[in-house]
């Protein structure tokens, strides 16, 4: 096998393009769309989402302290692009995209009612990396949409809202599925 080697530069794909919820008032409310984010902690459960200084979202995140990330389906992927390239200090981006801000149960925040997930998270530390400061936070609710809450089992089914993803600037629908977690080492049935 022969590699080129590149300069460092951001190549960990794919990732989420969430939508991200701040504001504590309306007047503030908005959103911005993230793919520098992830799980880092199961217990206490917690995210990170790493956002650039410049963005209208930054200060409101800092100062309240609260946001939420709002998980994105293929019919959420026209909204998440739109409100990754559009900034708030131009746009209500709620009413330009017709979301509805839902109020949170733990977090002072919007919740985006049309997501199926929405990851109430409460900042506990702000790591200035450099282009990026990112925001270690504690997830303090889930909200999951009953539609996808099957009666029979109980069981949630994320993957029937066809969650999206990010990979090396396109984005692509999640569906074909390859195997469940663990199935490597499962035992053949016979
Ligand atoms: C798919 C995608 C992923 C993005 N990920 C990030 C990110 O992780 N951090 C960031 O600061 N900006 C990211 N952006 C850019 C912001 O979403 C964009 O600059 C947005 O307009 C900022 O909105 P605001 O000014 O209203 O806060 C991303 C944009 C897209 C389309």
């Known amino acids: 096998m ?5 300069k460092p530069g951001t190549m960990v794909y794919p990732l989420p393009a969430v939508m991200v919820s701040c504001g504590a008032v309306p007047r503030e409310y908005n959103i911005i769309t993230i793919s520098w984010t992830g799980t880092i902690c199961t217990d ?7 956002v650039r200084p410049t963005r209208h979202s930054y200060p409101i995140i800092k100062r309240n302290g609260e946001y939420v990330i709002n ?8 909204a998440a692009d739109w409100c990754g390239v559009k900034s708030g200090n131009k746009f ?6 017709g979301l509805t801000p839902v109020p949170a149960s733990k977090v002072n925040a919007p919740m985006i009612g049309e997501s199926p997930v929405n990851i109430e998270c409460v900042v506990k530390e702000i790591i ?8 270690i936070s504690e997830v303090v609710a889930v909200n999951a949409d009953e539609k996808y809450i099957d009666q029979a089992s109980g069981l949630f089914k994320l993957n029937d809202a066809v969650p999206i993803c990010y990979s090396h600037g396109k984005y692509y629908e999640t569906g074909k599925f ?3 977690f663990g199935f490597s080492v499962e035992k053949k049935k016979k």
């Open 178 to 180: 390859i195997g469940k």
């Open 44 to 50: 206490p459960a917690m995210c990170y989402i790493s």
């Open 2 to 6: 022969t590699k080129v080697v590149w």
């Open 128 to 135: 200035e990396l450099g282009s990026h400061h990112m925001f």
């Open 92 to 97: 209500n981006k709620f009413n330009e995209m």
């Open 71 to 78: 998980l994105s389906t293929k019919s959420l992927a026209y």
